[in-house]
């Protein structure tokens, strides 16, 4: 299993790097596809690049990979036949990421590894991937998970094993991250929780986590949005506490977060909790970001997707595997669009670097 159905992995995954404003500026000035502009056509949206061995079946042909991951490849019979318990290097595309399945293969050679090939510079160190620990009364046990106090005086993080209960669930939130001078130029989802919902390994609480999808960059590497159409960054679904991303964000940031309620009914938001947790410690490591079709906006619509019934699930293709639709993909577009259609409530609140403090739990009384 590798997307779904939702069952939670024992293996980990990557998350990263998030977009500036001014990247959000050349894309509208540049002549990228607009939702009634033709795309290139691309059957599937999440890019995948892979090793593994080549098993053929008598119904179907897989890939298994080093990390234990099981994937259906869609080839040609002949390219089954001749690559059969080889090991392979593949690129190729699945779905979306939350059907991860099965790949379309582009193109497959054999795997003949390389001695002098140089190790790539390692992944920043802000990121770590999730990882499903179990589920214990209740509660879905999540590690590296990151989180900082509502006391710091700087974003001096630390990684947390934490507890999260989705029948605790309050309300679940998307979330815009502003940039001087005004531009969205990242999105995000926000899990608020009752007293007791969402808490570390050592007990301590916190309102809520917040889920970021971002680029998955190296040392040496910043964000590019136009990097991120030419297979620069792998992915990762980021988790962290909700001081973690608001005080980053604001106390010492210049950004401010928009807040829009998703308005769904308890039951679709508690399911939609679980499914977070199962897609955000999915692995992904070989899964490409893409910065229209895989990127920090896009894969929150998809996510909440889960969180809807079946009549009011948001199209992610404006023509069905040939144009993507544009108002899932950018985030300034997000809450107007997904707001006529019913989907997401006004604003209800914002944080800044003014008002912060009145978002965070109030000082521990003395002992």
């Not at 039951?267 to 897609?279: F, S």
Request: charge should be negative; include cysteine.
């Amino acid at each position: 299993m590798n997307a779904k159905p939702l069952v939670f992995p024992l293996l980990c995954l990557a998350l990263a790097g998030a977009a500036r404003a001014d990247d959000f500026t050349s894309l509208y000035a540049s002549p990228l596809p607009l939702p009634a502009a033709a795309a290139p056509a691309d059957k599937h949206a999440v890019t995948y690049f892979l090793r593994g061995l080549v098993t053929v079946h008598p119904d179907r042909t897989v890939l298994n990979t080093g990390d234990g991951r099981v994937f259906i490849l869609e080839l040609s019979k002949e390219q089954a036949a001749e690559f059969d318990d080889r090991t392979v290097e593949i690129w190729g595309r699945a779905e979306a990421s939350d059907d991860v399945d099965t790949l379309r293969v582009h193109s497959i050679q054999e795997y003949v590894p390389d001695p002098a090939a140089a190790e790539p510079p390692p992944h920043k160190d802000k990121f770590r991937p999730a990882l499903f620990l179990g589920e214990q009364a209740g509660a879905l046990r999540v590690d590296n998970l990151r989180w900082l106090e509502p006391t710091a005086a700087a974003h001096d993080f630390t990684w947390v094993s934490a507890a999260i209960r989705p029948e605790l669930v309050k309300e679940i939130y998307f979330v815009t991250k502003v940039q001087p001078p005004g531009i969205a130029g990242h999105s995000l989802l926000f899990y608020e929780f009752e007293d007791g919902g969402f808490t570390d390994a050592a007990g301590r609480k916190s309102k809520g986590f917040f889920l970021s999808v971002e680029a998955y960059a190296r040392e040496g590497q910043d964000y590019s949005l136009l990097a991120g159409f030419k297979k620069t960054y792998n992915i990762i679904w980021l988790l962290t506490n909700f001081e973690d991303y608001a005080l980053d964000s604001t106390a010492f940031g210049k950004e401010w977060m928009n807040f829009y309620p998703l308005l769904t009914d308890k039951a679709l938001k508690e399911k939609m909790t679980r499914d977070t947790v199962a897609l955000a410690t999915l692995n992904r490591e070989g899964e490409w970001y893409h910065s229209t079709r895989n990127n920090c906006t896009n894969n929150l619509v998809m996510m909440i997707n889960h969180g809807l019934p079946e009549n009011k699930r948001v199209r992610m293709w404006t023509i069905p595997h040939l144009i993507y639709n544009f108002y899932a993909t950018t985030p300034p577009m997000v809450p107007g669009y997904l707001g006529r259609k019913g989907v997401l409530g006004p604003k209800a609140f914002t944080i800044t670097k003014q008002n912060y403090g009145e978002f965070l739990p109030p000082p521990a009384a003395p002992l």
